[in-house]
């Protein structure tokens, strides 16, 4: 990890009107929390609408869109990671530093939201709040990995981010059972349910499955990158 590297990128990410942008992911979640907790709907139902299915399945990743393509995409639309690529520095450090600056990021506005979120909803019962609070960390990291990929290989990162998130995740994945197999939210949710039990969360693919595929995403999608990244430079150089 490079220090200069991730104080560039997280100035970048945070500045201007994005850290504002970053900030309504965990109000909206906090707020929904807050207002189903005043109802008289059964608790444990309205936690895994609420922290399960608007929490990780569709603000997490939104969050890891953003945060993910915002640590690289931008500097290679407008031609600045050329600035960035003349210094001698291996490609792997640099797209490295920027998944741990998108990792931390994606962190810090979702798994302490996540966590009381939980806590409000249902207090400590059946550990569901802490299932959830560790399927944030890991999908998160997923989500950020998969879409600092998408902002190296495609300047449509953010469409086709969305497609995956949306489209792919909260659509198809939800109501295709074949689909579940290939989600992030459900690799999520399988870590979840281990947590807090199957009992108190039910996941559609098993916890031997989801645990490697989880980090068969992150580290293939980080070896891609930087061997794209790579491939930019020589391209340059050409």
Do not use: C
């Amino acid at each position: 990890m490079n220090p200069t590297v991730a104080r560039l990128t997280l100035r970048g990410l945070l500045g201007r009107r994005r850290g504002l942008l970053l900030l309504v992911v965990p109000v909206l979640l906090l707020v929904a929390a807050a207002i189903a907790a005043g109802s008289d709907a059964d608790e444990h139902r309205m936690t895994l609408k609420i922290v399960g299915e608007l929490g990780l399945g569709t603000l997490v990743p939104i969050l890891g869109l953003v945060v993910g393509t915002g640590v690289i995409a931008n500097e290679i639309d407008d031609g600045s990671i050329v600035y960035l690529l003349a210094k001698p520095l291996p490609r792997w450090r640099i797209v490295t530093t920027k998944l741990a600056v998108a990792i931390g990021v994606t962190w810090l506005f979702s798994v302490v939201p996540t966590l009381l979120a939980g806590l409000i909803l249902y207090g400590t019962q059946d550990g569901v709040a802490l299932g959830y609070t560790v399927a944030v960390l890991v999908a998160g990291a997923a989500y950020s990995a998969l879409f600092l990929l998408l902002g190296v290989v495609t300047r449509h990162a953010v469409v086709a981010g969305l497609a995956y998130a949306l489209i792919w995740e909260s659509l198809v994945g939800n109501y295709v059972e074949g689909a579940r197999t290939l989600s992030i939210q459900q690799w999520g949710r399988a870590v979840a349910g281990a947590v807090a039990g199957e009992d108190a969360i039910t996941a559609s693919v098993s916890l031997g499955a989801a645990v490697p595929l989880l980090l068969a995403v992150t580290v293939g999608a980080t070896v891609f990158a930087s061997v794209k990244l790579a491939g930019l430079t020589l391209a340059g150089e050409e």
